[in-house]
């Protein structure tokens, strides 16, 4: 039984992944499919939305539910993985709202894919923004996270970025995750940004926050070297 208990007006860092490691998304449908989730479980009604299968995320952002579990911030889904930052705003709000967006994707993915048992690898893990520093750092840290998928930048967090550029226009592309919300690049409705844009008020400030954040190439010579070469 989980002891911590989510207080009310208070932001959160969640994360989990499937078990063993393995995929939890493996093609458009699926993180389509969790987005959904996000979107039409964040309600305190008991009866929830009914044959959500036939939801895709444009239909779901135009039923989105005005009495909210918890106010969605940012998010990021990976293969096998995934990242929302929440403030709750309903009493157990964010226990309840795991629980359904949980259960739901797991019956659906083990039906699509035939399969049975635990899909996420034990209980979800939650660390609580108690600081600036934290919250100035976890809506860069969670997009970031897209970054592992990028080939030439594999290991990057040991080994630091050979190309920031390159690695920037990547996470601008990425579709399943709430940074291009944030860009003014995609409509997503049910995220809440006053917080986030307090700290990152446009597409430039974002973009330059990333290049102060990545880390610089280990092999790559300082520009001291540089000189002596």
Known sequence: MRIFAPTNGEIYHIFNRGTEKRKIFTCKKDYERFIVNLILF???????VKNISRY???????????????????FSLLP??????????????????????????????????????????????????????YLLYLPLYIHLNALDLLESER???????????????????????????YLNKQNYPFICRGIIDNFYKNPKEWKLAFRDWLPDDCAAPSAAQSTLQ
């Open 56 to 74: 895709n995320i444009e239909r779901a952002c135009q039923k989105i539910p005005e009495d909210a579990l918890v106010k969605i911030h940012a």
């Open 155 to 181: 290991n990057w967090k040991e080994k630091g970025i050979k190309n920031k550029s390159k690695s920037i226009a990547f996470l601008e592309t990425y579709l399943w995750s709430s940074l291009r919300e």
């Open 80 to 133: 096998n993985h995934f990242h929302v930052m929440l403030e709750q705003v309903a009493e157990n709000g964010i226990p309840r709202f795991l629980h359904r967006i949980g259960m739901s994707y797991s019956l659906y993915f083990n039906k699509l894919y035939s399969r049975s048992g635990n899909l996420f690898q034990g209980a979800y893990k939650i660390k609580h923004l108690d600081n600036d520093a």
């Open 42 to 48: 964040n309600t305190a009604r008991q009866n929830t």
